[in-house]
T-cell receptor
C-alpha cells in the first residue's frame, strides 16, 4: 500500500455544485496533514492545514479521520476558478523526508 | 516581498549531460528543499539544505547533488542525465522551526532530457 493515495480523477463537476475527495495514508503515526492546490503548469500552493477537529475556510472544509486514516476536502458552491489539482500532504516524522505528497486529484469545474 | 525564484524556467538537455538549477528562497527564509515532480505525479523530496549543509535526503541517486550559499540561495546539480530525469524541479523554502507543512514553492524549472 502506498504511503499517501489519492483518486487522480478527473472529477468533472458543474459550477455551483459541492464536491469532496479523500486522501488515505498508511502510517498511523502520521502527525500533520495539509491540502495544497496546484494550477496547470504552476507550483503547488498551500490551501489549508487539516486539524483534528476539522477546519473551514470559506467554501472549503477539511477533515481528518484518524480511525480510518484519511483526510478529506470539501468544496461548496464550486467556482470555475477552483479547477486545479489538489495535493494532499502527510507528515510522518520530524524531518523534511517525512513529508509526503499524494499524486493529486484533478478537479474540473464546468460552466 | 520577493517570493521563491528559480532559474532557468525551461531547459532542454541530452542524455549524459549535466544541469545546474538555481533557487533563491523567500525573503527571511533560511531552509531550502528541492523536489522532483514528474508528469501526473506529486512532488518527490530530493534533499533539504540548512546552514549550507545537506540536512536530509530522499531516495535519489548520488547523481543528484546540491549546495547552499551563505545568502541561503541554493543549487541543484544533476549529472549524467537520463530520460527519466525529465520533470519539473521545484524549490521550496521555509524558515527553520516553522510548521513542517508550510512550504513556499518557486514556479519551478522544467527540464526535458532528449
Amino acid at each position: 500500500r502506498k504511503e499517501v493515495e489519492q483518486d487522480p480523477g478527473p472529477f468533472n463537476v458543474p459550477e455551483g455544485a459541492t464536491v469532496a475527495f479523500n486522501c488515505t495514508y498508511s502510517n498511523s503515526a502520521s502527525q500533520s496533514f495539509f491540502w495544497y492546490r496546484q494550477d496547470c503548469r504552476k507550483e503547488p500552493k498551500l490551501l489549508m492545514s487539516v486539524y483534528s477537529s476539522g477546519n473551514e475556510d470559506g467554501r472549503f472544509t477539511a477533515q481528518l479521520n484518524r480511525a480510518s486514516q484519511y483526510i478529506s476536502l470539501l468544496i461548496r458552491d464550486s467556482k470555475l476558478s477552483d479547477s486545479a489539482t489538489y495535493l494532499c500532504v502527510v507528515i510522518s516524522g520530524g524531518g523534511a523526508d517525512g513529508l509526503t505528497f499524494g499524486k493529486g486529484t484533478h478537479l474540473i469545474i464546468q460552466p | 516581498d520577493a517570493g521563491v525564484t528559480q532559474s532557468p524556467t525551461h531547459l532542454i538537455k541530452t542524455r549524459g549531460q549535466q544541469v545546474t538549477l538555481r533557487c533563491s528562497p523567500k525573503s527571511g527564509h533560511d531552509t531550502v528543499s528541492w523536489y522532483q515532480q514528474a508528469l501526473g505525479q506529486g512532488p518527490q523530496f530530493i534533499f533539504q539544505y540548512y546552514e549550507e549543509e545537506e540536512r536530509q535526503r530522499g531516495n535519489f541517486p548520488d547523481r543528484f547533488s546540491g549546495h547552499q550559499f551563505p545568502n541561503y540561495s541554493s543549487e541543484l546539480n544533476v549529472n549524467a542525465l537520463l530520460l527519466g530525469d525529465s520533470a519539473l524541479y521545484l524549490c521550496a523554502s521555509t524558515l527553520e522551526g516553522a510548521l513542517g507543512g508550510e512550504l513556499f514553492f518557486g514556479e519551478g524549472s522544467r527540464l526535458t532530457v532528449l
